[in-house]
């Protein structure tokens, strides 16, 4: 899948970054950066414009937008947890008429690449949204949010089952340019991810979208009940990386070819990097942004520096590079002669 | 219109012990020139390596121009939770990482009227600057800063020298009346036939408050205080029932929206909750 490089140099010797290709070629999108930013932690994009420019990352992926106007769930909708946060706003939001006719508007006015993610109670309503979308025009792609734990019936979790996850991806597909390219955004709650990756594919899926929040709990120990108004909430940050990195590892064994795009808890470019070697083509960024929201801008800094550290020339050279087969090569024989190792041939 | 926020790294100068609380100054350069009354900052916690994902979030207390260091802010910091301990352990020379200046500012009346000031333990914190700004345009001011006992009330001698009057309570007694700012305020807004009310302090404070206000037919504005997890407007967390001018109740992210509201905007008895008629509430399901 991919072509072996040049060997791996030390790490952290000078500027190698610029001269590294970001260029990310993800489903059918040429992109400028292998970094995006992971829905529901950046709106529609427009106050992180404030911090750093959002037409210079791969794609402003927004928050999952409904077919009505949403309120979202009571407060405290957060809890903060080691490394991470429990959230349960409940998908607030404008619904799609009004999504399109201000947010997709300005992210088009203002040239960023928009990755709409979308969600629905039912496969009937996402298939709705998705032809409101094809109408107006103006996306990259649609990434299909059918994993947020954050719904009154946990049944709506389509991700959760192979079958229900397949209906809703068919549907929006249907409803949907055949050009368009579609991630459905998966769960880790789940016994077997790669049966649900398997199932969306075959329903229609261009890529996948790994992971969403993991269903998590906080108890509030000064009321003695449980922290969040909506009880249980998606935990994020992270916590959670290497969870989602074994997610896209996983995939990735299993499907060599498609597309994903991983997320879990990404900090730094380093962390973004396990993600691209586990075989992510695309990362998306979250919680971070919430800590520093120029994030995705510095990570996708980091990463170019990280990626000509290692000797690579080109991002895409490094998606799933730990898969290659483990076999001794001139530079590991090279290696082993450095002196971290002389105690063994002593 | 306030100036856009930014993102920088600022230089801890002092920190202050304050009753139960610390005044932390810290250098905000592009922050302290462009920050008006009533609007925050938020502070990354812990480091590089930290286990805290969270910024915190702190009302500008003063801005100051010292000299070789440029434009500084004051945070007061009422140490609680673990991100709070932190801070308050931070000493000269430490660096961390601002956000602001957030939030939208206090509305400033074009005339010189007459207003009243309210603050609730270190919720007196914002209205320093509110209050030079007042007098700068010959408004007349009254100050009432109340807390659960003496230690908890912050800045009562600052208040006073740029108050036209200023009345402390506390709950126990401990200094000035002993009991709430509620229950001065009539008293105050007789005497200075008072035109605007600015509250800022804890929700149940703030809807007393709100609830005079609306009462004796005064404008109020208040300074909400709810957690935020990111405080640029992008994570939904912070929001309330906030009724709108077309009357119709949204939940509106206070971090953006706010954290300032008019008295009579904001439905205090449902905070916590999403009222039924908010635009988008949850549709009951009937069974069939």
Redesign the interface.
């Known amino acids: 899948m991919n072509t072996p490089i040049v060997s791996a140099r030390r790490a952290g010797d000078g500027s190698n970054g610029a001269r590294v290709d970001m260029f990310t070629d993800l489903a059918k999108m040429h992109l400028p950066s292998p970094v995006l930013t992971a829905s529901?932690?950046?709106?529609a994009g427009r106050?992180?414009d404030?911090?750093f420019d959002i037409t210079t990352i791969g794609a402003v992926v927004t928050?999952s937008i409904m077919l009505?106007?949403?309120?979202?769930?009571?407060?405290?909708?957060?809890a903060?947890t080691?490394?991470?946060?429990l959230?349960s706003?409940g998908l607030?939001?404008p619904?799609v008429d009004s999504f399109i006719e201000h947010d997709l508007a300005w992210l088009n006015h203002r040239g960023a690449r928009t990755i709409v993610s979308i969600a629905g109670g039912t496969p009937e309503e996402f298939g709705k949204v998705a032809a409101k979308l094809r109408i107006a025009g103006g996306v990259e792609a649609i990434e299909v949010n059918i994993s947020c734990p954050n719904v009154?019936d946990r049944g709506q979790v389509f991700a959760c089952r192979a079958e229900t996850a397949a209906q809703v991806i068919q549907t929006v597909r249907r409803n949907s340019d055949i050009k368009i390219p579609i991630f459905a955004k998966l769960s880790p709650d789940v016994t077997d991810i790669v049966e649900i990756a398997q199932s969306v594919i075959a329903a229609g899926a261009t890529g996948v979208s790994v992971i969403n929040t993991l269903l998590g709990m906080v108890m509030n120990t000064s009321t003695m009940r449980p922290a969040l108004?909506g009880i249980t909430g998606g935990l994020s940050?992270?916590a959670i990386r290497p969870i989602a990195v074994r997610c896209v590892w996983d995939i990735r064994s299993a499907m060599p070819d498609i597309p994903i795009i991983g997320m879990g808890g990404i900090r730094s470019g380093h962390d973004a990097l396990e993600f691209i070697l586990a075989g992510a083509n695309a990362v998306s960024v979250g919680?971070?942004?919430?800590?520093?929201?120029?994030a995705p801008a510095r990570i996708h800094a980091e990463l170019a520096q990280e990626l000509g550290d290692r000797g690579f020339l080109r991002v895409s050279d490094a998606v799933g590079y730990a898969h290659r087969p483990h076999t001794p090569t001139v530079d590991s024989e090279a290696q082993s002669s450095d002196a971290e190792w002389d105690f063994i041939t002593e | 219109m306030s100036g856009?926020?930014?993102?920088v790294t600022g230089e801890i100068l002092d920190v202050n012990r304050s009753g139960s609380y610390y005044v932390i100054s810290v250098t905000a350069p592009g922050i302290s020139e462009i920050a008006e009354p009533g609007q925050f900052v938020t502070v990354?916690m812990g480091g590089d390596e930290t286990?805290?994902?969270?910024?915190r979030a702190f009302a500008i207390h003063r801005v100051q121009s010292r000299g070789v260091y440029g434009g500084t802010l004051d945070l007061v910091i009422s140490p609680g939770g673990k991100g709070t301990t932190w801070l308050s352990k931070r000493r000269r020379h430490d660096t961390v990482?601002l956000?602001g200046p957030l939030g939208k500012p206090f509305t400033l009346p074009t005339q010189s009227v007459s207003c009243v000031l309210i603050g609730g333990g270190y919720g007196s914190a914002p209205l320093f600057l509110l209050a030079e700004k007042l007098r700068e345009r010959g408004c007349r001011v009254d100050s009432i800063i109340g807390a659960s006992t003496e230690e908890k009330l912050f800045g009562a001698l600052d208040l006073k020298r740029v108050s036209t009057s200023l009345v402390l309570t506390t709950d126990d007694g401990s200094l000035g009346v002993k009991g709430r700012v509620t229950d001065v305020l009539e008293g105050v807004v007789t005497a200075g036939k008072t035109d605007i009310i600015y509250a800022c302090g804890p929700m149940s404070m703030l809807a007393n408050v709100a609830e005079f206000a609306v009462t004796h037919r005064i404008f109020s504005q208040c300074s909400v205080e709810?957690?935020m997890?990111?405080g640029?407007?992008?994570?939904?967390?912070?929001?309330?029932p906030i009724i709108g001018d077309d009357s119709v109740t949204?939940?509106v992210r206070s971090c953006?929206e706010g954290p300032i509201f008019r008295g009579d905007r904001v439905r205090w008895a449902d905070?916590?909750?999403?009222p039924p008629d908010?635009?988008?509430?949850?549709v009951e399901e009937v069974s069939t």
Do not use: H
């Open positions: 529901g932690c950046a709106a106050e992180l404030n911090y928050k009505a106007p949403r309120s979202g769930r009571a407060t405290p909708r957060m903060e080691p490394s991470g946060m959230n706003i607030q939001g619904g009154s108004a940050g992270p919680t971070s942004i919430f800590n520093d929201p120029s | 856009r926020p930014i993102q990354g286990s805290m994902v969270l910024r990482s956000v709810e957690s997890a990111c640029i407007g992008v994570c939904m967390t912070c929001v309330l949204r939940m953006v905070i916590g909750t999403v908010t635009y988008g509430a949850p």
